[in-house]
């Protein structure tokens, strides 16, 4: 299966460490973003990759969070200095070019200690 | 800005019976929408979506049809199964964006009973 695929699929942090939370698109795609479900809520928009381009990050909080999304290698979403607020599940979907679909991984569920 | 209503649930109903899961929008533009399933500890998978008035998204037995004139987007089961149990969300993309940014709405969790 050569689908979205996210890792870790749980990740445990203490207040004030860093997560890590990594995503490989399908095949062939070369746009990727990332969502944030808070629990029993929908998710919520954050970020808008192409290859080694931001094009929309009007989702992400301003201060702790970053994404990449290299020439080589997986997307990263990267949350500095965690704080109790960022446990949620975070998705990466991944879309080919032209008016296709996102395609979603199973999420990393991340938990603040 | 734009954004997507749902039904709270849960819906809880018994094996054969008939699904209605609503669902308004509001948007500026003329947005595609979708509906998005997600089971226990999985991502979401898209169900089916229309992107202009008046079309109709189907499969698996679902259905939704594109009212532009009430803004809705409602979900349909002539007969649910137990293995429909998980949590429906409603979505729209504004095509104007040139990019598929995805607002959802909150979710609704259908509990299907033997």
């Known amino acids: 299966n050569a689908g979205v695929m996210q890792n870790p699929r749980h990740l445990v942090r203490r207040r004030g460490q860093e997560a890590r939370l990594r995503c490989s698109p399908m095949k062939g795609h070369s746009h990727v973003y990332w969502y944030r479900q808070l629990p029993e809520e929908g998710l919520k928009f954050m970020v808008y990759l192409q290859k080694e381009n931001i094009i929309d990050e009007s989702g992400m909080p301003k201060e702790r969070f970053s994404a990449e999304f290299p020439k080589e290698g997986p997307s990263i979403l990267r949350i500095q200095q965690v704080v109790r607020g960022d446990s949620a599940a975070y998705f990466c979907?991944?879309?080919?070019?032209?008016?296709?679909?996102?395609?979603f991984g199973d999420g990393t569920r991340l938990s603040i200690l | 800005g734009d954004s997507v209503t749902q039904m709270e649930g849960p819906v809880t109903l018994s094996e054969e019976a008939f699904l209605t899961i609503n669902c308004t929008y509001t948007a500026t533009g003329y947005p595609s929408l979708f509906w998005y399933v997600q089971y226990p500890g999985e991502g979401l998978q898209l169900l089916l979506k229309?992107?202009?008035?008046?079309d109709k998204g189907s499969n698996k037995g679902f259905e939704a049809t594109y009212r532009k004139e009430t803004t809705s987007f409602h979900l349909e089961k002539g007969s649910v199964q137990v293995s429909d149990s998980a949590v429906y969300f409603c979505a729209l993309s504004d095509s104007n964006t040139g990019f598929q940014k995805l607002v959802f709405g909150t979710g609704t969790r259908l509990l299907v009973s033997p």
């Open positions: 229309a992107t202009k008035a008046d």
């Open positions: 979907a991944s879309q080919g070019d032209g008016n296709q679909p996102q395609h």
